[in-house]
């Protein structure tokens, strides 16, 4: 059984930083890696992807100021965010797809106060 455990949201002052964790569990290949984010009355959208050969991206609204990184085994993946904004609150979520399926996490809140 998959399961996805995410750690490390809270309320942090703008210009703060905070690292969020993703531990995948379950017996299967994962392909990528991903954190997205929802905040209120919007749609989801993809903060950052790291794929299996390595490749990374971000959003733009993200570049510069967030790393996503995943350990030695790849089974966790890391989003450190720094030089944080009120316009990135929001419940942030992790996803890990393999080459059938397509996992979420339970979703973190994070919250930035001006």
């Known amino acids: 059984q998959v399961q996805l455990v995410e750690s490390g949201g809270g309320l942090v002052q703008a210009g703060g930083s905070l690292r969020l964790s993703c531990v995948a569990s379950?017996?299967?290949?994962?392909?990528?890696m991903a954190w997205f984010r929802q905040a209120a009355g919007v749609e989801r959208e993809m903060v950052a992807i790291?794929?299996?050969?390595?490749?990374?991206n971000y959003a733009d609204s993200v570049k510069g100021r967030f790393t996503i990184s995943r350990d030695s085994a790849e089974r966790t993946v890391y989003l450190q965010m720094s030089s944080l904004k009120p316009e990135d609150t929001a419940v942030y979520y992790c996803?890990?797809?393999?080459?059938?399926?397509?996992?979420w996490g339970q979703g973190t809140q994070v919250t930035v106060s001006s």
């Open positions: 790291i794929l299996r050969v390595g490749n990374i």
């Open positions: 379950g017996s299967f290949e994962i392909y990528s």
């Open positions: 996803r890990v797809t393999s080459h059938d399926n397509v996992y």
